[in-house]
């Protein structure tokens, strides 16, 4: 089984349109949306949940009034400024959107009087899709711990394509290069980087690839809208194949790709676009790389 | 004058941030604000690709990680049972730190009672200030492999004149970065594009910020005429929308080769004035 995982570094550089693509193409996959912050794979591949489940991504604090003295000590040792005093001015409270989750001043208390935990964080499901099982997941609003709901997805999609001998997951992730990347790409087979031919596209591209390499992941790449820029796609895709990625190809700007989201499909769907084709050849490319890697390690 | 902090966010990535926080920045100059531009995405920091800013100091942002000193140390095991992320272990004969999965909390060097425990400062990533002609800048640069942004986002949320007009320019997505990166804005503004996934994507936007109760309102990017699905949207969830800028495939090039459509497509500088106006009408309410 190979899990593969779309990445981009900036956002809207298409990872959600060539994700849900891929899932289609390869006939038989588990997808997942690892964008738990900003989910949309969903909105595309039609999903029927079958399991909803809450997801409990670490504890909280928050004071007892009644029993706080006011002593300010969690105050005094909290680090993250989560902790005011109430109106009155009697006594503490704790501000949940800056509450980092330490205990540091549940465990100092000298009165005991703050409570410390487990809370939920957000959603997670399980979904049937014309395209096949679907992991995806709703970070609770203003909430934390993106990256512990991250691994929780990928988990769970993992668990389904081994349960029922599916040869693919196809992971829909998150922008930027911190936590929930991260946790979206450490012990995958392969990233699939989506770019576009803007300077933003070359410079986060340049930084999510060098992500890739520091975790060691085999790494792809693809130029979205390439003949917007045609000068400046190839500059990056030379760029990206002296970095050792293997260049898969290039998705044409193309109308399709919005006209798939307002019909709800994934652009592969939507037979004989201009788009739809590119992906096509991605897909095929990607396989025919993937097997002969396999071929190549079979040999060493 | 206008010297409000007024933060640019959205829920989806690549609805045009950048291009409203540069292009207003700019706007706001020439119409002799001072303005500060505080590029908060420091994963993917793009700002300067824009503004060109010239850097005149750069230094090191460092969050504190535990030094065990092992000759102090009993091995009791309080520090690794009071660490919610497991940065910690205490086993019988030795002490494992794993400094990348630190928050930085204290609380190991706190609850030591042997006095093993102080703290070191350990590299995230840079910082860089400068200016752009008379616009100041700053932004941060995670170093590539590091998981949590926020102390980075806070010290460069904390660089830079504060009684001028600040423009942070967030990060997308809806979690802590970006509510580190907004949460002390005076005023949000959310940029949108109009389609299926910008919508849904305005929508967790729109949740969060008033769970932070900062007043707000939208920008719709590349909007096309007779294409209601924003406007429907904001008016449904009794939301303002403060500017639409046009789709238009010249804004696409310029922000292709990293130019600012405020000087070079002089018909698209009415859009950023007019959305200055529109904001310093809003800060005054």
């Not at chain 1, 389904?160 to 992730?173: H, K, L, N, Q, S």
């Not at chain 2, 804004?251 to 106006?277: H, M, W």
Request: net charge negative.
């Amino acid at each position: 089984m190979k899990e593969i995982v779309v990445i981009s570094g900036k956002g809207g550089a298409g990872k959600t349109s060539l994700a849900a693509s891929l899932a289609a193409l390869a006939g038989r996959a588990v997808a997942a949306d690892c964008d738990v912050d900003a989910a949309d794979l969903h909105l595309v591949m039609s999903p029927r949940t079958i399991r909803a489940e809450n997801f409990f991504g670490g504890k909280k604090a928050s004071v007892n009034p009644a029993r706080c003295s006011g002593c300010g000590r969690c105050k005094d040792l909290c680090r993250f400024e989560a902790i005011t005093r109430d109106e009155e001015g009697s006594v503490y409270e704790v501000d949940a959107l800056s509450c980092e989750g330490c205990g540091v001043c549940s465990y100092f208390c000298p009165e005991k009087a703050i409570d410390f935990k487990l809370v939920v964080n957000g959603q997670w499901f399980v979904s049937d899709t014309p395209y096949g099982p679907m992991v995806h997941a709703r970070l609770g609003v203003a909430e934390e711990n993106s990256g512990k709901l991250v691994a929780l997805v990928r988990k769970q999609a993992r668990i389904i394509a081994e349960r029922e001998g599916i040869p693919f997951i196809i992971v829909d992730g998150p922008p930027g290069l911190g936590c929930p990347v991260i946790a979206s790409i450490t012990g995958a087979d392969a990233v699939l980087i989506v770019t576009e031919p803007t300077v933003s596209g070359e410079h986060d591209m340049e930084r999510v690839s060098r992500l890739a390499a520091y975790f060691n992941i085999p790494a792809y790449l693809c130029v979205n809208k390439y003949d917007i820029n045609p000068g400046l796609s190839k500059k990056i895709s030379d760029r990206a194949r002296a970095d050792g990625l293997k260049v898969l190809g290039g998705i044409h700007y193309d109308r399709s790709v919005t006209e798939a989201q307002i019909k709800k499909q994934p652009v592969a769907a939507l037979n004989g676009s201009t788009a739809s084709e590119d992906m096509r050849k991605i897909w095929i490319n990607l396989v025919d790389q993937i097997k002969k890697e396999k071929r190549e390690e079979g040999r060493v | 004058m206008l010297d409000i902090t007024v933060a640019i966010a959205s829920g989806k990535g690549g609805t045009g941030k950048t291009t409203v926080s540069s292009n207003l920045a700019l706007a706001a100059s020439r119409a002799g604000c001072e303005v500060y531009y505080v590029d908060c995405d420091v994963e993917e920091p793009n700002g300067h690709l824009f503004l060109k800013p010239r850097i005149t100091g750069a230094r090191h942002i460092h969050v504190p990680v535990p030094a065990v000193d092992e000759e102090k140390c009993t091995h009791c095991g309080l520090c690794s049972e009071i660490c919610q992320y497991s940065a910690i272990v205490c086993l019988e004969k030795t002490i494992l730190t794993f400094d990348k999965m630190c928050h930085g909390c204290g609380g190991c060097a706190y609850v030591c009672p042997a006095g093993a425990i102080s703290e070191r400062g350990r590299d995230i990533g840079v910082l860089e200030e400068g200016h752009s002609g008379p616009i100041g800048f700053v932004h941060g640069r995670l170093t590539i492999g590091e998981a949590m942004s926020p102390p980075l986002i806070k010290a460069v949320l904390a660089a830079g004149k504060k009684d001028v007009l600040r423009i942070i320019d967030s990060p997308p997505g809806t979690s802590c970065p970006v509510i580190t990166s907004i949460k002390s804005a005076d005023y949000v503004i959310l940029v949108t594009e109009p389609t299926p996934f910008g919508i849904n994507d305005l929508g967790l936007a729109i949740d969060m910020v008033r769970e932070l109760g900062i007043p707000f309102s939208v920008v719709v990017n590349r909007s096309e005429a007779g294409n209601h699905l924003a406007g429907d949207y904001c008016r449904e969830r009794g939301v303002g929308i403060l500017a639409e800028i046009p789709d238009d495939r010249r804004v696409a090039e310029a922000y292709s080769v990293g130019e600012l459509v405020f000087d070079t497509l002089p018909d698209f500088r009415g859009y950023f004035t007019d959305l200055l106006i529109s904001l310093g009408k809003e800060a005054k309410r």
